[in-house]
């Protein structure tokens, strides 16, 4: 069962956006005819938080989509969360509380794997 949530009351939990994925949703994504499975998403602090698809998300958004399918998507109250915890802060304080936001924040696969999946694993690492 899917959610339609407006797409600007949907926050991201990730601060980039990698150019080789979004290549690969470009080769798939019609910007006329939007299909995609319903993003992943959780409840936090009352607002539909991504945990996944913020790439689709943002082709969406491109496309002129004004709400995203959503699947609540369970988060463990373990690690996931602490490291989703995390982003959603870096977010606040980088100023990404929209999808919206993302526009300027692509980067290379390699950039990418720096300044995000590394900056993610750290929490972990630190536990």
Same mark, same amino acid.
């Given at each position: 069962?899917?959610?339609?949530?407006?797409?600007?009351? /949907?926050?991201?939990?990730?601060?980039? +956006?990698?150019?080789?994925?979004?290549?690969? /949703?470009?080769?798939?994504?019609?910007?006329?005819?939007?299909?995609?499975?319903? +993003?992943?998403?959780?409840?936090?602090?009352?607002?539909?938080? +991504?945990?996944?698809?913020?790439?689709?998300?943002?082709?969406?958004?491109?496309?002129?989509?004004?709400?995203?399918?959503?699947?609540?998507?369970? /988060?463990?109250?373990?690690?996931?969360?602490? /490291?989703?915890?995390?982003?959603?802060?870096?977010?606040?304080?980088?100023?990404?509380?929209?999808?919206?936001? +993302?526009?300027?924040?692509?980067?290379?696969?390699?950039?990418?794997?720096?300044?995000?999946?590394?900056?993610?694993?750290?929490?972990?690492?630190?536990?």
């Amino acid at each position: 069962m899917s959610i339609a949530a407006p797409i600007e009351a /949907v926050r991201p939990t990730q601060l980039y +956006l990698s150019t080789a994925k979004l290549a690969g /949703v470009l080769e798939w994504f019609d910007a006329d005819d939007p299909n995609y499975d319903p +993003l992943p998403a959780f409840r936090y602090e009352e607002a539909w938080h +991504l945990a996944d698809g913020h790439t689709r998300a943002f082709m969406a958004a491109l496309a002129g989509a004004d709400q995203l399918r959503l699947a609540r998507t369970p /988060v463990r109250q373990d690690h996931d969360f602490a /490291v989703y915890k995390a982003a959603i802060e870096w977010c606040q304080a980088a100023g990404v509380e929209t999808i919206d936001d +993302l526009h300027g924040r692509l980067v290379g696969p390699e950039a990418y794997e720096r300044l995000w999946v590394d900056r993610c694993h750290a929490v972990t690492d630190d536990r």
